[in-house]
């Protein structure tokens, strides 16, 4: 079975852990000849270049959760960390020092960096990059080019201002109200190599619990990646990030505001849209505290059910990936 996964930061990759889980219990390596691929199409609305290197924070969550290196109560970032390096960059008041970069995090934006700097893709660096991991899952960025999300807020005297998303994210802990958001280099961009045809050749596309708005939107404004989801022969399950009305982790309360779309289980999934009526998904899976909606999706044309959809740990997360590819049959 082929599964592609269009993941943001966190919330993706826990996912992404269960999902392969699930997949690895059902469809073992070589059991009747039959395997499991997963392909996670990975936000790099939030990259940044930041003293000289590239950061690409939603590829390296997915990496390092799926890689087994990620540091568990933070959900991003590397377990047995330091900052030495970006304590010593604070002494020269150069940067964000807002921004973490732990050492073993920065060796990855150097290794990327410099392989970068030698002509590769983003997507065959992000392979490469993975071949130290074994993710048992193939990572891709949404694109090869750099496309960065910006926000703009209302500046001091009547006037706009652009911050990168992650200054408005982290620095800001997104308290200054979004105008809008804006994606940088967006009309120049193609998906990587391998997007599309991971959208059209798989059997289930799912919109993992991502940021709908910042991760999940990003991707799917990418040109061609909205139309081959719209488009595409697989079934296309989401699970809700959002639950009882409010994120579980993170501020998309704040995104889902700034486009004007109710911090709820139930407008989150109108926004994506039922297919039967031109939209993206076949089905909605939400909390079970939200179980009241359902029925109203169901009028709408989703294929919708309610279950537990904490991520606490991995087999509970692939419970919740079962519960979601149930949804569309699978
Ligand atoms: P980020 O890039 O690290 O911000 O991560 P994502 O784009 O993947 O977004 C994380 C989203 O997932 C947030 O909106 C959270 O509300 C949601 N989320 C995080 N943990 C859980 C969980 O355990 N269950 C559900 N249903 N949603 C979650
Ligand atoms: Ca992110």
Redesign the pocket.
Known sequence: MKVTVL?????????TRGLRHLLAQRLPDGAGGTTAEITVVV?TG?DMWLHGVRVC??LD?VMYTLGGAVHEDQ??GRRDESRRVSDDLAAYDVGWDWFTLGDLDLATHLARTQLLRAGLPLSEVTARLCERWHPGARLLPMSDQEVETHVVVAGDHGDERLLHFEEW?VRHRAALPALRFEQVGLAGATPAPGVLDAIAGADVVVL?????V???GTILAIPGVRAAVASTSAAVVG?????GG?????M?DACLLAIGVETSAAAVARRYGPRSAGGLLDAWLV?EVDADVVDGLVADGFRAGAAS????DVPT?AR?AADALALVGL
């Open positions: 993941a943001g930061g966190v919330g993706g990759a826990r996912f936000n939030d924070p939603d969550t959900g991003w994210w993992p619990p991502s940021n709908p910042v991760s999940v699970v809700s990030p959002i639950v409010a994120p579980v982790r993170g998309a909390d959809t904490l991520m606490t997360t919740i």
